[in-house]
């Protein structure tokens, strides 16, 4: 279980450590991404959602869960406690081996991790002071420790869950019983999980609290190789669904050598992120290690009975496991762009545009009356707002030139904008009554549509 640090590969041509600077500014200004506790200097590894952050965040969840579990007959959910027995950590393996390999310098007295020590002509050193006098690399324990109750001692402690996936380990019999489902089946479950990393870092890619999206998904031992390429194309799908591009994405097949000793196979998922191709998701065939140790630790029976076959045993699983963060974090990489548009004078000035998918984006349409001194168009851009809201998350917008308003929200990724004119109030044809303008983001082609057409047409171009 030994956490090897994910391996740094260059950074794809099209991007550039400016450009991660841009964006984390970005999430800032526009209020995705906060430091957290930052009017005190900040936690490292911990980060806050703002009001955009917090939308998309969700939508991803959503999506996630719409189609791993109400798309499917066979997948349920649950939502099991952060706070856990101690003993399921003991019989997981987490408690003994969920560490990495650490290194002191006695010299400048950083602790490192062991892959930081950089070696010249053969003798280790410190990358800090460049000092040879080096520990032995020993092992850190990645789990938050925490104490349970009023007294702080042995018998007290337990640790904030480090994944989601032991909680569906150890209720797998009573979810099974409760669903009646027959293998194969999955449990799935988006929740935080907690590693005291010892170097968070590239924003929110590595933190120290995050959330997870797993499914195991349980099946028979002749399943699982199967099962695990089935789950991996069905990743791959996912995210190209939420607007990654299918050449940004890598399944790479992680060889025997880094694999858990109890994985038969295990694909890593990765990203081609702006500093370097990095894991979004592992889809791992776990075999029946999991349920194993925790039926001999709890003596209680986690066998599955086939009725067909008449026999008992203790199921196989394969893992798609996902980070809810760091797929955040590359939807706004791959929404990020810039281009040219034609300010309100007609000269061209550099556009900062999110290209989110319309199904991902925080808000899906903006809502502008042209003038916001007159009452008219006003009331209609109201009208349309309260047609709108019951479908989906709307910005009404009346301050500032029409332009400015636009490139508000194609900073923030909007896919659309309705602007109310004169020609809606059929001032100029009676033809155009009751019709705006309708503008999509990417193209900024604008058509004129009916408004009674509107929740249907945003509704199709959205889902
Ligand atoms: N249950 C299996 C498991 O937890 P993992 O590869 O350690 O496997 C799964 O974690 C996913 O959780 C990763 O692919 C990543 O997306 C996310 N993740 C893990 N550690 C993280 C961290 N420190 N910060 C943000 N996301 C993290």
């Not at 909680?167 to 409760?178: G, Y």
Request: charged share 30%; glycine share 8%.
């Amino acid at each position: 279980m030994n956490k090897s640090p994910d391996a740094q590969r260059p950074p794809p041509q099209s991007y550039g450590a400016a450009s991660m600077e841009r964006i984390v500014s970005l999430c800032k200004r526009r209020g995705f991404i906060f430091q957290s506790s930052e009017i005190y200097g900040g936690l490292n590894g911990c980060w806050d959602y703002g009001p955009l952050g917090v939308e998309l965040k969700r939508n991803l969840k959503n999506y996630w869960w719409c189609v791993m579990v109400h798309e499917r007959d066979d997948v349920v959910g649950m939502d099991g406690s952060i706070l856990m027995n101690r003993a399921v950590w003991k019989a997981s393996g987490h408690e003994d081996t969920f560490s990495d390999p650490m290194v002191d310098c006695r010299s400048c007295k950083a602790r490192l991790r062991a892959d930081q020590i950089i070696e010249k002509k053969g003798v280790l050193q410190c990358p800090n002071c460049g000092g040879k006098d080096l520990t032995e690399a020993r092992p850190f324990n990645l789990m938050f420790k925490t104490y349970v109750g009023a007294t702080e001692d042995e018998s007290s402690i337990t640790y904030l869950r480090p994944e989601t996936a032991q909680s569906i380990f150890v209720q797998f019999k009573n979810v099974l019983e409760v669903s009646r489902k027959k293998l194969p089946f999955g449990i799935a479950q988006i929740g935080k999980a907690f590693r005291n990393e010892i170097n968070p870092r590239n924003f929110t890619f590595r933190s120290r609290e995050f959330e997870q999206m797993e499914l195991e998904y349980f099946c028979r031992a002749g399943e699982g190789m199967r099962l695990l390429d089935y789950w991996l194309q069905e990743r791959l799908k996912f995210y190209e669904n939420i607007g990654i591009a299918r050449e940004k994405l890598h399944a790479r097949n992680v060889p025997d050598e880094e694999r858990a000793f109890y994985s038969k196979g295990t694909y890593d998922i990765e990203y081609d992120f702006p500093f370097g191709r990095q894991e979004l998701e592992g889809v791992a065939y776990r075999t029946d290690y999991d349920l194993s140790q925790h039926q001999n630790a709890s003596g209680k029976s986690l066998e599955y009975f086939d009725e067909e076959m008449k026999q008992r045993f203790v199921p196989h699983v394969v893992e798609p496991s996902a980070g809810v963060d760091r797929t955040v974090l590359a939807l706004i990489c791959e929404a990020y762009s810039e281009d040219e548009a034609p300010d309100e004078k007609g000269k061209m000035e550099t556009r900062l545009v999110l290209r989110f998918h319309p199904r991902m984006a925080p808000i899906k349409c903006g809502i502008f009356p042209l003038l916001r001194n007159n009452a008219q168009l006003v009331a209609k851009a109201k009208e349309i707002i309260d047609l709108l809201r019951p479908h989906m998350n709307i910005f009404y917008d009346e301050s500032g030139a029409i332009g400015r308003r636009y490139r508000r929200q194609d900073e923030i990724g909007t896919p659309f904008g309705v602007t109310v004119d004169f020609e809606t109030l059929g001032e100029k044809d009676a033809a155009l009554r009751d019709t705006v303008t309708l503008r999509e983001r990417d193209s900024m082609k604008q058509e004129r549509v009916a408004i009674s057409d509107l929740a249907g047409i945003l509704g199709s171009r959205i889902s």
